[in-house]
């Protein structure tokens, strides 16, 4: 293993055999490297494997096959080690209910050999970095989900640790409390500590990863940075177009463009279109003629037009 890397998974397989059932291949065959200091996103719809990875990589469950390293150590091999290099936001939560919010971050601080010292100086400000200051002596079981939620990843920043890995930790978090803790997370990978997330959030991986990969079914089907991912071949932008007036042949043909998305709001619409740049400009120009614009403007997609496209271009090739 290289030593500038966090992470490297190879050809990892997990196969579950659930009793009177057919075997699931959650993860099928997944490579994928993180280096350290950087932010990495596992991302992919309900059931693609993320979560199943994490438990790979944390040691929580073993690969039918392929081979998982954290920190350098062997996720089989040296389960204790790995164990030691990292500190995980599993997607169900687990903590003391019947603790204070200081409480839990107190326990676990201690837990994992925590000077005190260093302790109470650090968790003041976890409490406040995660919004948790004013409720720091409220039972956790007392908090609202998107608290508790924040307490979990409170506590795996508090660890001190090279790798921390987050299994959807902003799912359910309020828009505000969400700002915050992508903001934790940026400043704790500024710190040097490497960050695996899992999210099916696609705004939030392009604001946040600098590498990404999209499973799908067990299987990587894209990789590489935001902008690499959405350059793979399938260039789509977004654009917005307000047009002088709109008659029934304009709506014909804009759904005749084939669009990813089509939203006509009176004059104004919204259209996401898997073209290249030449053919934008040259369609930008027919529009105009033909229909007359009064005003246009023009984006690459999200990453969130990329993947639908990405992960139905693969139900397509397979069938
Ligand atoms: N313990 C298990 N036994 C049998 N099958 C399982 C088990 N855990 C997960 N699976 C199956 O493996 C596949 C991958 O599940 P996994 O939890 O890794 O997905 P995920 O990407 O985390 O999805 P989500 O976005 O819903 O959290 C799914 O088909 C799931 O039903
Ligand atoms: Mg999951």
Redesign the pocket.
């Known amino acids: 293993m290289k030593n500038n890397l966090a992470i490297e998974v190879e050809n990892l397989t997990?196969i579950?055999?659930?009793r009177r059932?057919p075997p699931?291949?959650?993860?099928d065959g997944v490579s994928f490297s993180v280096e350290r200091g950087t932010i990495f996103g596992?991302l992919?719809?309900?059931?693609?494997?993320?979560?199943?990875?994490?438990?790979v990589l944390t040691t929580l469950?073993p690969p039918t096959s392929g081979k998982a390293m954290v920190n350098g150590f062997d996720c089989v091999g040296q389960p204790l080690e790995t164990r030691q290099s990292l500190a995980v936001v599993l997607?169900q939560n687990a903590f003391e209910q019947f603790m204070s919010v200081l409480n839990n971050l107190r326990t676990y601080a201690q837990f994992h050999h925590i000077p005190r010292a260093e302790a109470n100086k650090r968790i003041p400000e976890v409490l406040d970095q995660f919004g948790l200051y004013d409720d720091r002596h409220t039972h956790a079981i007392d908090l609202s989900g998107g608290m508790r939620r924040r307490l979990q990843v409170a506590k795996a920043f508090l660890s001190g640790k090279p790798v921390i890995i987050l299994?959807?930790a902003t799912t359910g978090l309020d828009p505000i409390n969400r700002r915050t803790t992508l903001d934790a997370i940026r400043q704790q990978a500024s710190k040097g500590s490497t960050i695996i997330l899992?999210t099916?959030l696609l705004d939030e991986a392009e604001d946040l990863c600098d590498r990404l990969v999209i499973?799908n079914d067990?299987k990587i089907i894209a990789e590489g940075n935001v902008s690499e991912i959405k350059r793979l071949g399938i260039p789509a932008y977004s654009m917005q177009l307000i047009f002088k007036n709109i008659e029934d042949e304009t709506r014909k043909y804009l759904n005749r463009l084939n669009p990813l998305h089509l939203k006509i709001n009176n004059t104004t619409v919204d259209i996401t279109l898997q073209r290249t740049h030449q053919e934008i400009l040259a369609l930008i120009k027919e529009l105009d003629r033909t229909y007359g614009l009064i005003h246009f403007e023009v984006h690459m997609a999200d990453l969130e037009d990329v993947f639908i496209n990405l992960l139905s271009q693969r139900k397509e090739d397979n069938r």
């Open positions: 997990k579950y055999t659930p059932k699931v291949r959650a993860v596992l992919g719809p309900n059931g693609a494997g993320k979560s199943t990875t994490i438990k469950t997607q299994d959807e899992t099916h499973i067990g």
